[in-house]
């Protein structure tokens, strides 16, 4: 599956932005799906991750309650509702796919083998 990630810009802090992931090839019912966020000189950090047909999403704790993934009733879009948006949310945000993943993996960039481009989230103080 081909993803296309698209929504982020600029925005005060105390905003909320929707993060869009376009699939081509497949659709989100057949994937396990992920957000990863990545700063500049830091690591990809996990944001969320979900197995749509075994249980509830994952959340990163530093999002846990601000951050929402949902998706579509066509099952070829995933969103990622940001509030509350802080400035050390600014990064450049991914999403991911992947056939099968267990549960204890889905924080692991390794186990995603589709990958977005990326959008930039810059959240000003």
């Known amino acids: 599956v081909q993803l296309q990630a698209s929504g982020g810009g600029l925005v005060q802090a105390g905003g909320s932005l929707r993060l869009s992931c376009v699939a081509s090839g497949g659709t989100f019912s057949d994937y396990a799906t992920a957000w990863f966020r990545q700063a500049p000189g830091k690591e990809r950090e996990f944001v969320v991750g979900?197995?749509?047909?075994?249980?509830?999403?994952r959340y990163a704790d530093s999002v846990k309650g601000r951050f929402t993934i949902s998706r579509d009733k066509d099952r070829r879009t995933v969103y990622l509702q940001m509030n509350s948006l802080k400035p050390e949310d600014t990064a450049i945000y991914f999403c991911?796919?992947?056939?099968?993943?267990?549960?204890?993996?889905?924080?692991?960039?390794?186990?995603?083998?589709?990958w977005g481009q990326g959008t930039q989230v810059t959240v000003s103080s």
């Open positions: 979900v197995r749509w047909n075994a249980g509830s999403p």
């Open positions: 991911a796919a992947a056939p099968r993943i267990i549960w204890s993996s889905l924080a692991l960039p390794s186990s995603y083998d589709s």
